[in-house]
């Protein structure tokens, strides 16, 4: 057992020459610890550019790119450069792309007097984990806010279809503050379109904008207005269905805008997206006004030992068999591609259409680049 900085199990809780989406291999990941390092030769300059993958870097750009090419559940929020004379730590946090001085710039031979830095990154508040946890507990308050007041404009919202229809308008708009962040709508597209109209005309222009969201292109009117243009067309039916919408107050439209100004929605992992719309927001969470968060290291603990563990291993198996040439490695690798696509999680009458989408989310989350397809029940 190794105990590095209070790591406890260090090896087995880092990930040596990680491969990126873009084909490059980083020389430390702690996935935990959001944490990603750039080792380089004691006879490197770390200022200096040098070609890496077709283009000249600098290691600071090199390990960004890295970043960049990581799925979001593995991004660091700290990286550092060392040549093994000198340590740079920089914050993404603070600096996202790196571009300016470092946070730390320490030789070999001062490295403690500088621990106090290094030991920060391995604690508990700079956790994944925690951070997730925290982000959960924040977006679960905003979610409940705006709930609560859409819910207080409906007759009854616990009658069937008030309630069914109050669940549908909170995705919804939650899902417009997730695609404006995630780049699935312009920049701040859904804030200005809300920020356009006062609470009184607020409610006509949701109900356009559901409309647009599901209307292809080719099918939406030649006249459109501009402000409704800019919206892509959203498929899957999450905007189809026609729902109750009561009258918008200053109280949502402010909530709305509060949600969308004030947070990152693009940080929620899918894991934890999935818990925020966990039957969304039922009657004893809206009186709660708080979220149920489920970590992943406790998802981990149900799904390795009933698929994930084995999955793994035979793929680990295809990977290092070394009687297998190219064409036949990439041939099995095809075959286990096409087993991951036919995999049937779950084959109920009674699973909801909104448990469907959590599962689909969780597994994409955990395995990531997978995508899973689910016949409708």
């Given amino acids: 057992m190794q105990n590095v900085l209070g ?18 291999f ?9 944490f990603l390092v750039e080792q380089k030769s004691s006879d490197i300059d770390l200022d200096k550019p040098e070609p890496r993958q077709g283009t000249v870097v600098t290691p600071v750009q090199q390990a960004v790119r890295y970043s960049d090419n990581l799925p979001l559940s593995l991004k660091p929020s700290k990286i550092c450069v060392c040549n093994f004379r000198r340590f740079r730590p920089y914050d993404l946090e603070a600096d996202p792309r790196a ?22 990154v391995f604690g508990k508040d700079n956790s994944r984990i925690m951070h997730e946890q925290h982000l959960s507990e924040h977006a679960g308050l905003l979610v409940a806010n ?46 200005q379109y809300i920020g356009s109209y006062d609470a009184a005309r607020l409610r006509r222009a949701v109900i356009d904008l559901f409309h647009v969201l599901n209307t292809k292109f080719e099918d939406r009117d030649q006249y459109l207005e501009d402000e409704l243009k800019a919206f892509p067309y959203v498929n899957g039916g999450l905007f189809a269905n026609p729902i109750e919408i009561p009258q918008f107050t200053d109280v949502i439209r402010d909530s709305l ?48 030992p009933l698929f994930l563990d084995g999955l793994s291993a035979e793929l680990d198996r295809i990977e290092k068999d070394q009687t297998l040439g190219d064409g036949a490695r990439s041939h099995r690798l095809r075959d286990y591609q096409d087993k991951l696509a036919g995999l049937k999680f779950l084959d109920s009458m009674h699973i909801s259409h909104t448990g469907i989408m959590q599962f689909r989310k969780m597994i994409s989350y955990i395995i990531p680049g997978m995508t899973i397809s689910l016949k409708k029940l």
């Fill in 7 to 24: 790591l406890q199990h260090a090896i087995e809780s880092t990930q040596f020459e990680h491969k990126t989406a873009g084909n490059g």
């Fill in 26 to 34: 980083i020389d430390v990941l702690c996935p935990d610890a959001r």
């Fill in 99 to 120: 571009k300016g001085e470092p946070a730390d710039d320490f030789a070999l031979e001062d490295l403690y007097d500088h621990l106090g830095n290094l030991i920060s």
């Fill in 146 to 191: 705006l709930h609560n007041a859409l819910a207080a404009k409906y007759a009854d919202p616990d009658a069937s279809q008030s309630h069914h229809s109050l669940a549908v308008l909170t995705v919804r708009l939650v899902f417009c503050l997730y695609a404006e962040d995630a780049g699935l709508f312009k920049p701040d597209a859904f804030g």
């Fill in 257 to 304: 805008l509060a949600a969308g100004k004030g947070f990152n929605w693009r940080q929620i992992s899918p894991v934890i997206f999935g818990s925020l719309m966990e039957e969304t927001l039922s009657h004893d969470q809206r009186s709660q006004g708080g979220m149920h968060y489920t970590a992943v290291k406790n998802i981990h603990r149900v799904i390795d």
